[in-house]
């Protein structure tokens, strides 16, 4: 029966920098789901690495999730990892009973998600309708994007950086990781 399957949401993400509109999506999914799986790419964009965004995430992000969310660090794609993750779940015999929400921008979760893949890997999942997808809006949340965050860095624009982090982040400490600019530790 269909209100007995967990729901699991699977968010795939680059975060590069974490901010408020990515916080307020791990929220929203905490609130709709029993569990949130948070797939974190750490390659490198632009100035911004991957073992600074790792530190980030251990120390500053983590510790202040909803404790049903969970954290996985990407070695090669966020997205591969949501299809590996709901692949193997469909190769399960019996299908567990969890029902998948895959969790995003509404342009990228419609373009990495389309039916035609998830049919192809999650054929079993996708007939019994346990994968769902929750393409939200940009201005749905807040508008806000990682491109603008780095560019906030970029310009040296603090003040921008800063309003849109999260409000329990500590935003200094943030920013002296991640400017561009920064001594090396």
């Given at each position: 029966?269909?209100?007995d399957l967990?729901?699991?949401?699977?968010?795939?993400?680059?975060?590069?920098?974490?901010?408020?509109?990515?916080?307020?999506?791990?929220?929203m999914a905490a609130d709709e789901c029993d569990r949130v799986e948070l797939y974190v790419s750490l390659s490198d964009r632009g100035?911004?690495?991957?073992?600074?965004?790792?530190?980030?995430?251990?120390e500053h992000i983590v510790p202040n999730l909803p404790s049903n969310v969970s954290v996985s660090y990407s070695a090669i794609t966020p997205v591969r990892d949501c299809y590996e993750r709901?692949?193997?779940?469909?190769?399960?015999?019996?299908?567990?009973?969890?029902?998948?929400?895959?969790?995003?921008?509404?342009?990228?979760?419609?373009?990495?998600?389309p039916d035609k893949s998830m049919y192809k890997y999650m054929p079993r999942l996708m007939g019994k309708i346990r994968i769902m997808r929750r393409g939200i809006e940009r201005h749905e949340l807040t508008d806000i994007s990682g491109t603008q965050?780095?560019?906030?860095?970029?310009?040296?624009?603090?003040a921008g950086f800063f309003r849109n982090l999260p409000d329990w982040m500590n935003?200094?400490?943030v920013w002296q990781l991640l400017k561009p600019n920064r001594s090396p530790s």
């Open positions: 029966m269909a209100y967990e729901q699991v949401a699977l968010i795939p993400m680059s975060c590069k920098p974490y901010h408020v509109a990515h916080d307020m999506l791990v929220r100035t911004i690495t991957g073992d600074v965004m790792r530190r980030i995430w251990i709901m692949g193997t779940a469909d190769k399960t015999i019996p299908l567990p009973s969890v029902r998948f929400c895959v969790y995003g921008d509404a342009d990228d979760t419609y373009r990495n998600f965050m780095r560019e906030f860095l970029r310009q040296n624009d603090r935003k200094e400490s």
